[in-house]
């Protein structure tokens, strides 16, 4: 892919990963943020953190699946979206719905296994947001930096959790998102078995033996 195709890429992919964001904007300017604004902006923004989630986990086994390489150009962008739509519906949790009320949210974590699971999903963001630059991954080295990325799949396993315990009686999204979250780590599994095998099929070179 040329230089040109690869900003247009990443240029149409910011575009599209702000809409989200621009939309909500838009409401709540026009005030049509629903009766209850503060669960509207919360639950919009937990619903696109996961989707940017699971996009990000989709790259890599749509180009085992195709072959392409360019949908690995967008595996950092897409989760450092992840990253600032958490970060947002945490802001919102914590300003608009707690107003700092630190001992009231400590409580909530304790008590709400959705809001425990979710916390967790959000520290474990963290490093991967933090070690994102190619400056930390040639500061890990290729090896450590991989390992510690591998924590995204448990991240997106607890974001998963945190709807599936927090989805109302008649809703369905959160399977949805769980059963995606299965296929795209299936697809993951089944490419490291046939890596694997493949290996163990390789014949090391006959050697001459110099007693004959």
Known sequence: MTRPSRIALKTSVWILCLLPLGA?????????????????????????TLRFLLVGLALTPLRIMTGLAWPLLLRRLIGLFAFAYAGLHFLVWLILDHFFSWPEMAADILKRRYITVGMLALVLLIPLAATSTNRMVKRLGGKAWRRLHRLVFITATLAVV???????????????????????????????????????????????????
């Open 24 to 48: 909500l904007l838009y409401w709540a300017s026009t005030g049509d943020l629903t009766a209850n604004p503060i669960s509207f902006i919360t639950n919009w923004l937990g619903d696109w």
């Open 162 to 212: 945190h709807f599936l315990w927090l989805e109302k009686v008649g809703r369905h999204t959160a399977f949805y998102y769980a059963g995606i979250l299965l296929v795209l780590l299936g697809i993951r599994a089944g490419d490291a078995v046939r890596r694997s095998a493949r290996k163990r099929q390789i014949v090391p070179p006959l050697t001459t033996d110099s007693r004959l």
